[in-house]
């Protein structure tokens, strides 16, 4: 190990390059048995150097944050292999008519295994610390499949749900339900991309229908509400408010043809007076 009682506390810059290649060599020549505390006390002794030499170099200080990332890595490389060795496979049957196969260590699930459900739904993955986390599959007893990121026991990060009618969500997950971002393929053909919350579109997205249309803005609870965008495939285009998936409130209908119509609507149609502003600049007034 380093004597730094050998070394002599100066100002001088290659002294201290010298220290810390030496520092270096004991690293790369370390095994299993090199402790993270006795290079932890190598490199305080290497910082109180460094703060105490006012003309240190930019290059010193990288090299000892290089250092103690390279020992951070020893020592999760250490702790994994100490956990590699003593992994076992190995049933658990469980008194609820859960069964667990897969790899155990100190009697709890750890590494990769296969848990059957008493419902008849089983998990096929990654678990940490006696509890679904990591990559996996989730078969569901309906049909439907997860297919991602787990934590804690739930689905959790990215993932992919296959539901047994044929919808698809890839996106965001949290607590076995959609949640963040993400886009839904239904099996009519139509498709949402943006926010989701609590399993339900809501927040700001973009949602194409089968044929062609599109709307583009606020959404709750699953339907257009809110400010919102709808373009129809024949050219024309409505902006202005949305209530429960149609238009309600103040709106503006803009044709293809360059024409416009601004009023209030109300259950998806114009409702009382409303303008018309032709190309040619002509206004007509309507009674709805």
Avoid: A
Wanted: net charge neutral; charged share 30%.
């Amino acid at each position: 190990m380093l004597n730094m009682n050998d070394k002599i506390y100066t100002n001088n810059n290659n002294i201290l390059m010298e220290i810390v290649k030496e520092l270096q060599q004991i690293i790369n020549n370390s095994n299993e048995n090199l402790t993270i505390k006795g290079l932890s006390n190598i490199i305080i002794q290497m910082n109180n150097m460094i703060n105490d030499n006012k003309k240190n170099t930019q290059l010193i200080i990288n090299h000892i944050k290089n250092l103690q990332n390279q020992m951070e890595q020893m020592n999760q490389n250490i702790k994994q292999i100490n956990i590699n060795n003593n992994i076992i496979n190995k049933e658990i049957k469980y008194e609820d008519g859960r069964r667990y196969v897969g790899q155990v260590l100190n009697g709890l699930k750890e590494g990769k295994g296969i848990l059957y459900l008493n419902d008849g739904s089983r998990y096929e993955g990654d678990f940490k610390n006696d509890k679904v986390d990591g990559k996996g599959i989730l078969y569901l007893n309906d049909g439907t499949r997860y297919e991602g990121d787990f934590k804690n026991g739930n689905s959790e990060g990215k993932g992919i749900f296959y539901y047994n009618n044929g919808d698809r969500y890839e996106g965001d997950t949290k607590n076995n339900t959609r949640e963040g971002k993400g886009i839904s393929y239904f099996n009519d053909g139509d498709r949402y991309e943006g926010d989701i919350k609590n399993d339900r579109l809501e927040g700001k997205g973009i949602y194409h229908l089968n044929n062609g249309n599109r709307y583009e803005g606020d959404f709750k609870n699953d339907s257009f509400e809110g400010k919102g965008i709808f373009y129809l495939n024949d050219g024309n285009r409505y902006e202005g408010d949305f209530k429960n998936g149609k238009m309600e409130g103040k709106g503006i209908i803009y044709y293809y043809t360059g024409d416009r119509k601004m009023g209030d609507f109300y259950n998806g149609k114009i409702k009382g007076k409303s303008v018309m502003l032709t190309r040619d600049g002509e206004v007509k007034i309507y009674n709805n």
